[in-house]
């Protein structure tokens, strides 16, 4: 009987011990921390990871995640500073720094982690220009965290990151964005483009320089270009052809010519005087015979045939004697005499 007892003494004993320890003992995890609340009053001792003994029935314990929250920001649509309208999205990165001020000063702190990012973000494209939030982010999104970060102090929430994700535009102002873009890269090719030109008009004159020095060295770059045209055999290939080269073509092709009409007359000259040979019109001795050269007389020669000034007469005026233009008092007329020789 008091052995049985006993027995159930110690079994009572150890139902009691289990009972207290599912009530008193917790298991927090090792992204975890604990807050334990006493009779509704919050302990200061936070419990770390691992096994936590609580007083049964007077502790309760709540766990809180410390670990990187990563919460997307809805597109908020705003006016920039210079009035375009935008949509824009972001992503924000915290964790629970404190617990007790996570679990104490804010009823669900992530719910008012996103309320707070979506006015935040309202407010930070209200202050930005277009073209900070599409080129300069970085000092946006700094700005954006230093909105966020002041009311998450005060819950015991650390920021480690706040990002821009998108900016939407209306489709005008994309046309806009893409003609402007189109026109700088058209300036830009132009600039690129003369400055081409500047530098292959200066190799090019000291080519031409060095050319001119050599003339052959340009019909050699001539025909260098003429078998690079040729090689590809899907053009027309238009030459440069001297003039002075046609003009002596044309000389020899008339002397050719006369030549020819020379050698034809010839021949002919030479069938003629052969018929009339045959025909009993001219010796046959005759045509053997040697043609006669004549010689022209010599310079003094021809001047010695020519009449003497004194046997001149009539050159008193341009239309002789009897000339209306003759002067009244000249000796010269039909009743005169010879007029006197003119001085020489």
Do not use: C
């Amino acid at each position: 009987m008091i052995v049985d007892a006993v027995l159930g003494a110690l079994g009572g004993l150890a139902g009691l011990g289990a009972i207290w320890a599912g009530l008193s003992l917790r298991v927090v995890q090792q992204f975890q921390k604990g807050v334990v609340f006493r009779f509704g009053r919050v302990r200061s001792e936070v419990r770390e990871p691992g096994l936590v003994a609580l007083m049964p029935i007077a502790d309760r314990l709540r766990k809180v995640n410390v670990q990187i929250v990563t919460m997307p920001i809805p597109a908020q649509e705003g006016i920039t500073r210079d009035n375009v309208t935008v949509r824009v999205d972001a992503v924000v990165y915290f964790r629970v720094l404190d617990p007790v001020k996570a679990t104490v000063n804010v009823q669900d702190y992530n719910f008012a982690m996103s309320q707070v990012a979506q006015t935040s973000l309202r407010s930070i494209i209200g202050k930005s220009e277009l073209d900070d939030l599409l080129a300069n982010r970085e000092p946006i999104n700094q700005g954006l965290e230093v909105m966020i970060d002041s009311p998450a102090l005060g819950w015991g929430i650390q920021i480690d990151r706040v990002e821009i994700k998108d900016v939407a535009l209306p489709e005008s102002m994309k046309r806009s964005i893409a003609r402007q873009a189109e026109a700088e890269r058209e300036r830009r090719a132009r600039i690129i483009t003369a400055d081409g030109e500047f530098q292959a008009s200066a190799r090019l004159s000291e080519a031409a320089a060095v050319m001119s020095a050599t003339p052959a060295a340009l019909q050699l770059r001539l025909l260098q270009t003429v078998v690079e045209v040729a090689a590809e055999k899907n053009s027309t290939l238009v030459l440069p052809f001297p003039v002075e080269l046609l003009r002596f073509l044309d000389s020899a092709t008339e002397v050719q010519q006369r030549n020819l009409l020379t050698a034809a007359a010839v021949a002919a000259g030479a069938k003629a005087a052969e018929a009339a040979v045959e025909s009993g019109e001219i010796p046959k001795e005759e045509l053997d015979q040697e043609p006669v050269r004549h010689e022209l007389p010599g310079l003094e020669e021809l001047l010695g045939m020519l009449p003497e000034p004194d046997g001149l007469e009539g050159l008193d005026g341009p239309d002789g004697p009897d000339s209306p233009h003759s002067p009244p008092d000249s000796p010269a007329g039909p009743a005169g005499g010879a007029p006197a020789a003119p001085e020489r």
